[in-house]
C-alpha cells in the first residue's frame, strides 16, 4: 500500500476538487472529435482518461464507502477498467480508440455525479484508511494528467496538420515552457559539467511522512562504486552531433534488440521530429504550441531506451542507475526530462503486493521494463519527487523522456 499522506497544499476536499478540476481543464482546448483517436496502443483517448480516473474513484473509494449505491452506469465498469484483473473484465487497451459512445457531455455527466458522491463524503470525518485511498486517487489522476498532455500531443502530433493544442497556459502548465523545461530540482546547471561522486553506502527509496508509490519502498542500502554524472542533460545540439555523426546507421552503437526495432520502424530521428530547410538547425519538431525549429540548447526529448543507450555509446559513456541518479539528485538539475536510467524496474527489498486491487497498481509490471527518475514538463506541480520510479519498455518514447549522462 502507498504510504500515508500528509495532505500537501491543503485539505484533502479542496485538493480533491483542484485536481479534478485540472483534469477537465487540460482537455478544454480539445475538440469533441479530438477526445476519440487512440493512434497506438500506449495512447488513450482523452475522453478515456476522464472517464477512467472517476471510475477509479467509484470502483475503489465509493464501493467502500456506500457498498449498497449501484453504479453510475452497469457497463462503465468494463469499458473504463485499466488492468485490474481482481475487479473484472475490460475493453483491451488497443480498443479504448473504438469506443465513440459514452460521449464526452455523458462522460462529464459521469465525472459530476461522482464529484458530489465524493464531496459528500469528504465533508465527513473519514477514517485513515479511507484518506489513504483518496490520497492514491488523486495521485493517479496526476499521473493520467500527465498522460493526457503527452497522449494529446500523440494525437494532435501525430495528425498531418499538426493542429496547435493550445498557445500560452492551460491549467499550471506553462507551455512556452515545454521545450526549456521547469527544473523541480533548484540546482544551477553548468552545460557539460561533470560531477564527482564518491564510492560508498547510500540509502536510496522513500522515507518519513508524505505520499509515496509502494514500488518507491522500502527504503535500502546500496552499496555504489565511485563514479561521474553530468550535472545537466544531453542537449539537442549534442544529440545533433550525433545524427550526423551517423549515430542511426551505426550498429555497434545499438543493442541488438534496438537495432532491430530501428530497422524495422525506420527511426532515424527523435520522435516528432522532420526536416525543415528553413530552421537554423535543418530539423523541426511539432510541439503543444505546434510546429517549431528544434532549439539546439533545449534538452532532447521523446527518446527511447534504445536511443539513450546508443548515445551514451557514441559519446563513450553509460546511462546511471537509478541508484546512482538518486545519490546524486541534489546536485543535478532535474525535472525536465524523465531520465533513462541502466536499472531494470524491479521490486526493491522487502516489497510486497498490497492484497487486492490495489496491489496491482505497480507490482505486476516489474518485468521487462525499464526505470525513469525524475519529472518532466507534463508532470503536475507537486507530484514530483526524488524517490519516483516511472518505468516504461524500452521502445516507448511519447513520454517527455531524455537523456543523462554517467561514467567511471
Same mark, same amino acid.
Request: glycine residues 8%; negative net charge; aromatic residues 12%.
Given at each position: 500500500?502507498?504510504?500515508?499522506?500528509?495532505?500537501?497544499?491543503?485539505?484533502?476536499?479542496?485538493?480533491?476538487?483542484?485536481?479534478?478540476?485540472?483534469?477537465?481543464?487540460?482537455?478544454?482546448? @480539445? =475538440?469533441?472529435?479530438?477526445?476519440?483517436?487512440?493512434?497506438? %496502443?500506449?495512447?488513450?483517448?482523452?475522453?478515456? #482518461?476522464?472517464?477512467?480516473?472517476?471510475?477509479?474513484?467509484?470502483?475503489?473509494?465509493?464501493?467502500?464507502?456506500?457498498?449498497?449505491?449501484?453504479?453510475?452506469?452497469?457497463?462503465?465498469?468494463?469499458?473504463?477498467?485499466?488492468?485490474?484483473?481482481?475487479?473484472?473484465?475490460?475493453?483491451? /487497451?488497443?480498443?479504448?480508440?473504438?469506443?465513440? +459512445?459514452?460521449?464526452?457531455?455523458?462522460?462529464?455527466?459521469?465525472? /459530476? #455525479?461522482?464529484?458530489?458522491?465524493?464531496?459528500?463524503?469528504?465533508?465527513?470525518?473519514?477514517?485513515?484508511?479511507?484518506?489513504?485511498?483518496?490520497?492514491?486517487?488523486?495521485?493517479?489522476?496526476?499521473?493520467?494528467?500527465?498522460?493526457?498532455?503527452?497522449?494529446?500531443?500523440?494525437?494532435?502530433?501525430?495528425?498531418?496538420?499538426?493542429?496547435?493544442? =493550445?498557445?500560452?497556459?492551460?491549467?499550471? *502548465?506553462? @507551455?512556452?515552457?515545454?521545450?526549456?523545461?521547469?527544473? %523541480?530540482?533548484?540546482?544551477?546547471?553548468?552545460?557539460?559539467?561533470?560531477?564527482?561522486?564518491?564510492?560508498?553506502?547510500?540509502?536510496?527509496?522513500? !522515507?518519513?511522512?508524505?505520499?509515496?508509490?509502494?514500488?518507491?519502498?522500502? +527504503?535500502?542500502?546500496?552499496?555504489? +562504486?565511485?563514479?561521474?554524472?553530468?550535472?545537466?542533460?544531453?542537449?539537442?545540439?549534442?544529440?545533433?552531433?550525433?545524427?550526423?555523426?551517423?549515430?542511426?546507421?551505426?550498429?555497434?552503437?545499438?543493442? =541488438?534488440?534496438?537495432?532491430?526495432?530501428?530497422?524495422?520502424?525506420?527511426?532515424?530521428?527523435?520522435?516528432? *521530429?522532420?526536416?525543415?530547410? !528553413?530552421?537554423?538547425?535543418?530539423? $523541426? #519538431?511539432?510541439?503543444?504550441?505546434?510546429?517549431?525549429?528544434?532549439?539546439?540548447?533545449?534538452?532532447?526529448?521523446?527518446?527511447?531506451?534504445?536511443?539513450?543507450? $546508443?548515445?551514451?555509446?557514441?559519446?563513450?559513456? /553509460?546511462?546511471?542507475?537509478?541508484?546512482?541518479?538518486?545519490?546524486?539528485?541534489?546536485?543535478?538539475?532535474?525535472?525536465?526530462?524523465?531520465?533513462?536510467?541502466?536499472? $531494470?524496474?524491479?521490486?526493491?527489498?522487502?516489497?510486497? !503486493?498490497?492484497?487486492?486491487?490495489?496491489?496491482?497498481?505497480?507490482? !505486476?509490471?516489474?518485468?521487462?521494463?525499464?526505470?525513469?527518475?525524475?519529472?518532466?514538463?507534463?508532470?503536475?506541480?507537486?507530484? $514530483? +519527487? %526524488?524517490?519516483?520510479?516511472?518505468?516504461?519498455?524500452?521502445?516507448?518514447?511519447?513520454?517527455?523522456?531524455?537523456?543523462? @549522462?554517467?561514467?567511471?
Amino acid at each position: 500500500m502507498p504510504l500515508p499522506s500528509a495532505e500537501p497544499g491543503g485539505s484533502l476536499a479542496s485538493r480533491y476538487r483542484d485536481i479534478r478540476a485540472t483534469s477537465e481543464a487540460l482537455c478544454a482546448p @480539445l =475538440a469533441a472529435e479530438d477526445h476519440v483517436p487512440q493512434p497506438v %496502443a500506449h495512447v488513450s483517448p482523452p475522453k478515456w #482518461h476522464l472517464a477512467h480516473t472517476t471510475w477509479f474513484f467509484e470502483a475503489f473509494v465509493l464501493s467502500r464507502l456506500a457498498p449498497d449505491q449501484a453504479p453510475w452506469h452497469p457497463l462503465y465498469g468494463y469499458l473504463f477498467n485499466s488492468y485490474y484483473e481482481t475487479v473484472g473484465q475490460r475493453v483491451l /487497451r488497443h480498443q479504448r480508440g473504438t469506443l465513440s +459512445r459514452p460521449t464526452v457531455d455523458e462522460i462529464l455527466a459521469y465525472r /459530476r #455525479h461522482i464529484d458530489e458522491c465524493m464531496m459528500g463524503w469528504l465533508a465527513r470525518d473519514l477514517d485513515e484508511p479511507v484518506r489513504t485511498l483518496i490520497e492514491l486517487g488523486l495521485q493517479h489522476e496526476q499521473q493520467h494528467q500527465e498522460l493526457l498532455l503527452t497522449d494529446i500531443k500523440a494525437i494532435l502530433g501525430g495528425n498531418p496538420l499538426q493542429p496547435p493544442y =493550445a498557445h500560452g497556459t492551460v491549467a499550471s *502548465w506553462d @507551455l512556452a515552457r515545454e521545450h526549456g523545461g521547469t527544473p %523541480a530540482s533548484t540546482t544551477p546547471s553548468t552545460p557539460g559539467r561533470w560531477l564527482d561522486i564518491d564510492g560508498g553506502l547510500y540509502e536510496v527509496g522513500h !522515507k518519513g511522512q508524505g505520499f509515496a508509490f509502494d514500488n518507491e519502498g522500502s +527504503r535500502h542500502v546500496q552499496h555504489l +562504486r565511485p563514479f561521474q554524472i553530468q550535472q545537466g542533460l544531453v542537449s539537442n545540439r549534442d544529440y545533433l552531433t550525433f545524427m550526423a555523426d551517423q549515430g542511426y546507421q551505426r550498429h555497434e552503437l545499438w543493442h =541488438a534488440e534496438g537495432w532491430d526495432w530501428l530497422q524495422t520502424e525506420g527511426i532515424a530521428a527523435p520522435l516528432y *521530429w522532420s526536416r525543415d530547410d !528553413k530552421a537554423p538547425s535543418g530539423w $523541426a #519538431h511539432y510541439t503543444l504550441r505546434g510546429a517549431q525549429p528544434v532549439s539546439p540548447d533545449a534538452p532532447v526529448s521523446h527518446l527511447s531506451y534504445y536511443e539513450a543507450h $546508443a548515445f551514451a555509446q557514441w559519446a563513450g559513456c /553509460r546511462l546511471p542507475t537509478e541508484f546512482e541518479w538518486e545519490a546524486a539528485q541534489s546536485q543535478l538539475t532535474w525535472g525536465q526530462r524523465w531520465e533513462w536510467t541502466a536499472s $531494470a524496474y524491479q521490486p526493491y527489498p522487502g516489497f510486497h !503486493k498490497a492484497p487486492g486491487a490495489v496491489g496491482e497498481y505497480n507490482g !505486476k509490471f516489474m518485468v521487462n521494463q525499464m526505470v525513469l527518475r525524475g519529472s518532466s514538463f507534463a508532470t503536475p506541480p507537486g507530484h $514530483a +519527487r %526524488a524517490t519516483y520510479r516511472n518505468f516504461f519498455h524500452p521502445p516507448l518514447r511519447w513520454q517527455y523522456t531524455g537523456v543523462r @549522462l554517467a561514467r567511471d
